[in-house]
């Protein structure tokens, strides 16, 4: 018996039939065609790589490859100028950058570099640039001392602002500068500066201002003369007193102690001397009536 040909059916079987189906979907042949071939390269790379031997490599052909370029002369800093700065600061200033020339721009970290000069106690602002040819630039802004101050046997000198410059041994080494006293005076440092400004005549004999209590301030005069000044207004105060003094010249009386803290009521207290006389003039002289 002859076998029977059967016709074979056209129709797709139904896993052949999903297989076209999932395959007409874009990111299913994207995934197929790039990606699968992607995360095979991506294994590999990593299978290479996590031989030690290949890392050691690889970690010194970049090693080589950046040292050949960063000796190159053209990125060599060979010089460093600085402007705006005295001959001290300029030093300091060398001496905080720490640099070892020359250098190549590619180990230069200039907003480090910066950062160190800016710490520095003299200096208000510093600008550091790399400029052509090889050189370094800093112009820096120095703080320029305005007053000193003494905290305990610790004497500093200070901008306008109360800003740290510098330290000093004796106060002789800057008398051209005015001295303020006591905790808290640096914060105060503007209004001080004001306060001997408004002293006027008595300049050439005020001592200095002594804070008190973190609020106010004494005016110190040589003849051991205070002036206490008030917490607010302090420099209105120190100018009715001034104005007083140049109507009548109380200071130049036996006078240690003038309290204007009251602007109501301004207090003197006398020295001794005239304390004595005041007391024998106004006892009576015996077999006097009184």
């Known amino acids: 018996m002859l ?3 059967v016709p074979r059916d056209p129709a797709p079987s139904r896993l052949r039939y999903r297989l076209q189906r999932l395959w007409l979907t874009p990111h299913v042949r994207w995934i197929v065609r790039r990606g699968l071939p992607g995360i095979v390269l991506v294994l590999i790379a990593f299978a290479v790589i996590g031989q030690d031997s290949v890392r050691d490599w690889a970690a010194n052909t970049v090693a080589e490859l950046r040292s050949q370029i960063a000796e190159r002369p053209e990125l060599m800093i060979e010089t ?3 402007t705006g700065a005295s ?13 070892d020339l020359p250098v190549s721009t590619l180990d230069l970290d200039v907003q480090a570099v910066q950062a160190q000069v ?3 106690d003299a200096v208000r602002f510093a ?3 790399v400029l052509a040819g090889g050189t370094l630039a800093l112009h820096v802004e120095e703080r320029v001392p305005a007053i000193v101050w003494r905290q305990g046997k610790t004497l500093a000198l200070l901008d306008a602002t109360g800003a740290l410059v510098d330290r000093v041994e004796a106060r002789m080494d800057r008398a051209d500068l005015p001295l303020i006293v ?8 503007p209004e001080a ?3 001997l400004a408004q002293a006027g005549a008595l300049k050439s004999r005020t001592r200095g201002l002594v804070r008190i209590g973190e ?8 003849r051991e003369q205070v002036i206490k000044l008030p917490e607010e207004g302090a420099v209105a105060a120190l100018s009715r007193a001034m104005a007083l003094n140049a109507a009548d010249d109380i200071l130049e009386r036996d006078v240690v102690l003038w309290d204007m803290r009251d602007a109501r009521r301004p207090i003197l207290r006398l020295g001794d001397h005239a304390r004595s006389e005041l007391i024998r003039l106004r006892t009576p002289i015996s077999g006097e009536k009184t």
Do not use: F, H, Q
Request: charged residues 35%; negative net charge; without cysteine.
């Open 3 to 5: 076998p029977v040909n």
């Open 80 to 82: 460093v100028t600085i």
């Open 87 to 99: 001959d001290d600061l300029e030093a300091a200033v060398v001496e905080a950058m720490e640099l």
């Open 118 to 120: 800016r710490a520095l």
């Open 127 to 129: 600008d550091v640039r």
């Open 182 to 189: 006591g905790s808290g005076a640096e914060r105060a440092v």
């Open 193 to 195: 500066l004001e306060l």
């Open 215 to 222: 609020r106010r301030w004494d005016l110190v005069l040589d």
